[in-house]
């Protein structure tokens, strides 16, 4: 049974900076390619950024450059340093895995196989 738990989610005012986890079990991320997903009401998932399983990275526009995606193999965690925070960045953050994947391989979220339950991300004016 794979699990992917979020957590680190919260209020925030703009400019501000947050840092997300993802718990991975029944998964190594050694072998995974892992993404981050957002979603607003009435909107699709949004692609985020990725690690590919060979640990190489994929960032959206919106995102490059204010946002960090990385691992911590000892916890089987996953990490989005989420810095510069904009309103538009509030959402509900979703964590994904699929196995030996690639970053382009994990941009559409018709191709990931396991997903967290999300946690919410508020940023204020």
């Known amino acids: 049974q794979v699990q992917l738990v979020e957590s680190g989610g919260g209020l925030v005012q703009a400019g501000g900076s947050l840092r997300l986890s993802c718990a991975a079990s029944?998964?190594?991320?050694?072998?995974?390619?892992m993404a981050w997903f957002r979603q607003v009401p009435g909107k699709g998932r949004e692609f985020v950024c990725a690690?590919?399983?060979?640990?190489?990275?994929l960032y959206s526009d919106s995102v490059k450059g204010r946002f960090t995606i990385s691992r911590d193999n000892a916890k089987n965690t996953l990490i989005l340093q989420m810095n510069s925070l904009k309103p538009e960045d509030t959402a509900v953050y979703y964590c994904?895995?699929?196995?030996?994947?690639?970053?382009?391989?994990?941009?559409?979220?018709?191709?990931?196989?396991?997903w967290g339950k999300g946690t919410l991300v508020t940023v204020s004016t």
């Open positions: 994904a895995a699929v196995k030996w994947a690639t970053p382009s391989g994990l941009r559409s979220p018709n191709g990931i196989t396991y």
């Open positions: 690690s590919g399983w060979t640990t190489t990275t």
């Open positions: 029944g998964l190594a991320l050694s072998t995974a390619g």
